[in-house]
């Protein structure tokens, strides 16, 4: 398996399990993603994007990275030109650093689009900020997550989805039907083992791993 980390314009907070993620990994930047490079200690083989909005100092001190460069108008984004560029390296697993928060809103929506998109096409797919993370529910399969008791998590709907189980979790669900637009999969709290399987629709879990949970 061959694994890369994708450094988005997100938010960061660097964590000890965040470390463990990325450890041995392959890095690629989209473009001011590349101010996470010196907090998670990582040098990108590759940085991508129009750089339109990097400021010059981190121009300066990066300058020995192998640069791929890309019009301003464009009919992609640079977090979606580094998928793409790992993907052709040959990724079968990418962790989006820096896929949550930042100045553009659209920009983090879409990042949850492509996770899903990623996922259908079989390749591994984990969205992380350090304090949050994303993960697709892939149909068909039982997820088994391992998380601390009264952690907060919702699952987000991109769809109707049916048959939703939702084990080990302060409001447990059985094979349930959820229309596309409920709340009902929002805000619920681990309460044992988390597990999670997903007849059909499209879905990702959101955990707030550094939230202060009330539970």
Same mark, same amino acid.
């Given at each position: 398996?061959?694994r ?6 997100g938010?960061?907070?660097r964590?000890p #399990?965040?470390?463990? %993620?990325i ?5 690629i930047a &989209?473009?001011s ?5 010196s ?6 083989e590759? *940085? =991508?994007?129009?750089?339109? $909005?990097?400021?010059?100092?981190l $121009? ?17 984004t640079?977090? %979606?030109l #580094?998928i793409?560029a790992?993907?052709?390296?040959? #990724?079968?697993?990418?962790?989006? =650093?820096?896929?949550?928060g930042?100045?553009?809103?659209d ?12 996922? %259908?096409?079989?390749? &591994? ?22 998380y ?8 987000? #709907? ?12 302060? *409001?447990p ?15 619920n &709290? ?5 597990a =999670?399987?997903? %007849? ?6 959101? &955990?707030?791993?550094?939230?202060? *949970?009330?539970?």
């Open positions: 398996m061959s890369f980390t994708l450094l988005l314009g938010d960061l907070t964590t #399990a965040l470390d463990a %993620e450890a041995g990994t392959r890095v &989209a473009d993603g590349i101010r996470h490079a907090e998670l200690g990582v040098t990108p590759l *940085w =991508v994007g129009d750089f339109d $909005s990097v400021p010059s100092g $121009s300066r001190a990066y300058e020995h990275v192998p640069r791929r460069v890309y019009p301003s108008e464009k009919d992609k640079d977090g %979606e #580094a793409a790992a993907i052709d390296a040959g #990724a079968t697993g990418l962790t989006l =650093v820096g896929a949550f930042g100045e553009r809103a920009h983090m929506f879409l990042h949850l689009t492509q996770a899903l998109q990623l996922c %259908e096409q079989g390749i &591994a797919v984990r969205l992380t900020s350090g304090a949050q993370e994303g993960l697709p529910l892939a149909p068909g399969r039982r997820h088994v997550f391992t601390p008791q009264g952690m907060l998590f919702s699952i987000l #709907a991109f769809s109707e989805l049916s048959g939703l189980t939702v084990e080990g979790a302060k *409001w669900l059985d094979g349930v039907e959820v229309a596309f637009g409920s709340s009902l999969t929002l805000s &709290a681990v309460d044992g083992q988390l =999670v399987t997903l %007849e059909s629709g499209r879905a990702l879990l959101v &955990a707030h791993l550094l939230n202060d *949970w009330e539970y």
